[in-house]
């Protein structure tokens, strides 16, 4: 069975395992159905998420134009502590900026690979950890804007990494941590903004990954540059299909592409 859409990123419910959906314009897929079965991706072409015309990707899932361009892109959705629509100021579209940035906000700790710090929108958890894979999270800071949890983001990131390494969440190469007792270390670092907004009584979220095989090497599959690719599926971790032969496919870092599964 062929199927043909522009790739998103998964959908996932959150259950034990977490559950995956790829969404195309006319199908759904269940992909925790695919573990144990070959699947054929070819690359046929692109769709730009924002104007829709085939052109080559520049960075999440926009052309070039639409992400110099487009509210969806500006630079306060990777840095929020650029965030100004608390002051009625516009980036791009004010209207647009008080959407998102005028909601309650979370700044959280996740652990895929190692304990990280980020910020999403309250109503993008657990997507958001899903999203990295990590197998334990906690909040500890619930703010009512985007600015001041980008400003506590950033104090904190003195003290915790904002990164993770991608690597070793596949391969599974991680360690338990207590992240109350981080969330308790770092209390003093936070901002004097955003203080009264610590959360002290939650307890770490665990999450599950559907995966029966973990990659040893991991490599990154290019599909511009290979343009099809055969493999048995193993698993669904963060954004990242991961085959049998080691090869794993970032879906979110490949949003735009227009594909033919066959399944
Ligand atoms: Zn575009």
Redesign the pocket.
């Known amino acids: 069975m062929i199927y043909k859409g522009v790739l998103t990123k998964m959908q996932t419910e959150f259950l034990d395992p977490i559950q995956y959906y790829l969404v195309f314009e006319n199908d759904f897929i269940h992909m925790n159905q695919l573990i144990n079965k070959t699947i054929s991706i070819k690359l046929v072409g692109h769709q ?6 085939d ?1 080559p990707i520049f960075r999440q899932g ?2 070039r ?3 110099f361009e ?1 509210p969806t892109a500006g630079d306060w959705i990777m840095r929020p502590e650029l965030s100004t629509a608390h002051l009625g100021r516009e980036d791009r579209d004010l209207e647009y900026e008080k959407k998102i940035q005028l909601q309650p906000h979370i700044v959280y700790l996740a652990n895929s690979s190692n304990v990280k710090v980020g910020v999403t929108r309250k109503s993008q958890i657990p997507t958001r950890w899903i999203d990295q894979g990590a197998h334990e999270a906690i909040e500890i800071v619930e703010v009512p804007n985007r600015y001041l949890a980008g400003i506590t983001e950033v104090a904190l990131k003195d003290y915790v990494s904002d990164k993770t390494n991608w690597r070793n969440m596949l391969k599974n190469d991680l360690k338990d941590e207590d992240l109350v007792s981080w969330r308790e270390r770092l209390k003093t670092h936070i901002p004097e903004e955003a203080k009264a907004y610590f959360i002290e009584n939650n307890q770490e979220t665990n999450l599950v990954f559907p995966v029966e095989q973990y990659p040893t090497k991991p490599r990154s599959l290019n599909l511009s540059k290979v343009q099809q690719y055969q493999g048995v599926l193993k698993g669904l971790k963060g954004q990242y299909l991961i085959f049998e032969d080691d090869t794993v496919f970032n879906i979110r870092a490949n949003e735009g592409l227009v594909v033919e599964l066959d399944l």
Do not use: E, T
């Open positions: 730009c998420l924002s104007c829709g015309l052109r926009f052309c134009s639409c992400f487009q």
